[in-house]
């Protein structure tokens, strides 16, 4: 008898016990510590980009430099990985200002700044900026991608004389964030991420696919050349949140070198699992379980391990209720009628691109596997509004699926299914789409 232990919020972790025979893939494996003497790490990683010349030898040609982060939404310590940055720009003598790639999400607010970026940086002569891509005055047209999405950025940006991005490599609903993300989304106008998150509707801008599978990804890395982005710093994280790996260089490069090193941590194989894929996959939402618009994500992830009529178990506290996904009631239950007719509001603009992007992956998941969230008492009714079973306990969920699969399912444990991918999508019938042009 094996016992699996998921993360869930505030209790810590849910304890199971699964007979041996049915646990086949475990993926609670031993992440490594983080990074030693990490300021020097993150120097290291600056001076010895994958490409392009080193952040020393484009300071050398600067007077003012920017630095895009990302927001509340994503995990990346700012707070730690800024400030031997910021030491090496102000010794060089030049200017630095900080801008928050929001995208399309809120501004953050004060407590989560401080939360982000620590007392002492806020403290500091640094100015800090927030992106508002309603703002239209603040965005200038640089060009139009190879997929026809034009795109407008924030001016500081195009007024800086030298760039910098620091982010973090993680799987996400449309592929891999991090890296050219803090241009588009992070700090394009609305009508450029309206017009890129069009490309949901295209069956490979989904977990673990990459460019040029990934028309979305790859309509990103087209205004991140437009928007002259001239490098990123990419950390990955463990479970714990800490960093560690780094990678630097110029963006496009340096996001792809990080992906490969996200493979060596994340990644499982499906062609180890006993009998090829799974009847049931197990799966914790920590980090970023507040809300179930985040916390549902790896219902996504581990649609590619579970077998159509297999089922899900997803344990997420979600004290802040179903956010976004709110809006995914009118598609529910996920018929092909009404994935058609999601598919459709979305191209025609009647539906919320940015909504869509949060969960119609979810939605098209669930129309081929059944889902079990495990929650609090309270949230329990949330789930039955979008017709998702619930129940307040692992144990329940698990009788559930032993009723349904019998004495020889085939159990996965994914306790930070969040982040786990596949290892290298398979190319598909989809690479024939074509191009703007073709």
């Known amino acids: 008898m094996a016992t699996i232990q998921v993360p869930y919020g505030v209790k810590g972790t849910l304890s199971l016990a699964i007979d041996d025979q049915n646990l086949v893939l475990d993926t609670d494996v031993s992440f490594p510590g983080e990074m030693k003497d990490l300021d020097r790490a993150i120097l290291t990683a600056l001076g010895q980009p994958v ?13 003012r430099v920017i630095i895009l982060t990302d927001n509340y939404a994503r995990l990346t310590p700012a707070h730690i990985i800024l400030p031997p940055i910021l030491k090496k720009i102000k010794d060089a003598g030049k200017k630095v200002e900080i801008l928050v790639a929001n995208g399309l999400l809120r501004e953050m607010t004060e407590t989560e700044l401080k939360r982000k970026f620590g007392e002492e940086i806020l403290g500091s002569d640094v100015p800090l900026y927030q992106s508002k891509a309603a703002e239209t005055w603040d965005f200038e047209f640089v060009g139009v991608t190879n997929y026809g999405t034009p795109i407008s ?36 106008s609305f009508e450029s991420i309206e017009w ?11 977990v673990g696919y990459e460019p040029p599978l990934n028309r979305m ?11 002259g982005l001239d490098m990123s710093l990419l950390a990955i994280l463990n479970p714990k949140l800490e960093v560690i790996e780094l990678t630097a260089g110029e963006t496009i490069a340096a996001h792809r070198a990080s992906v490969e090193k996200y493979q060596k941590h994340y990644a499982f194989n499906l062609s180890t699992i006993p009998g090829g894929i799974l009847d049931v996959a197990i799966s914790g939402s920590f980090p970023g379980d507040r809300f179930f618009a985040h916390s549902c994500w790896p219902i996504a992830n581990l649609d590619h391990f579970v077998r159509d009529g297999g089922t899900i178990i997803l344990a997420t506290p979600a004290p802040g209720g179903l956010a ?12 092909p009628e009404a994935i058609r007719r999601l598919y459709e509001d979305v191209f025609y603009g009647k539906q919320g691109l940015w909504h869509a992007c949060l969960w119609m992956p979810i939605i098209e998941a669930l129309a081929k596997k059944a889902c079990i969230v495990v929650t609090e008492t309270e949230r329990l009714p949330d789930f039955e509004t979008v017709q998702i079973p619930a129940v307040d306990s692992l144990q329940k969920a698990y009788e559930r699926v032993q009723a349904r699969y019998g004495e020889e399912m085939r ?15 398979p190319l598909t019938e989809y690479t024939s789409l074509p191009k703007k042009g073709e």
Not at 217 to 227: N, Q, S, Y
């Open 411 to 425: 159990v996965g444990n994914f306790p930070y299914g969040k982040w786990v991918v596949p290892a290298r999508m």
């Open 324 to 335: 976004h996904y709110s809006y995914a009631k009118d598609y529910m239950p996920p018929t």
């Open 217 to 227: 990804r790859e309509d990103i890395e087209d205004a991140t050349r437009l928007a």
């Open 51 to 63: 490409a392009g010349p080193s952040f020393t030898d484009r300071l050398a040609g600067a007077q």
């Open 196 to 206: 890129n998150h069009r490309m949901m509707t295209c069956p490979t801008c989904a």
């Open 153 to 188: 950025v924030h001016r500081r940006l195009l007024e800086a004389d030298l760039s910098l991005s620091i982010t973090m490599t993680q799987a996400t609903l449309w592929g891999y964030g991090g890296g050219g993300s803090m241009i588009l989304p992070g700090i394009s």
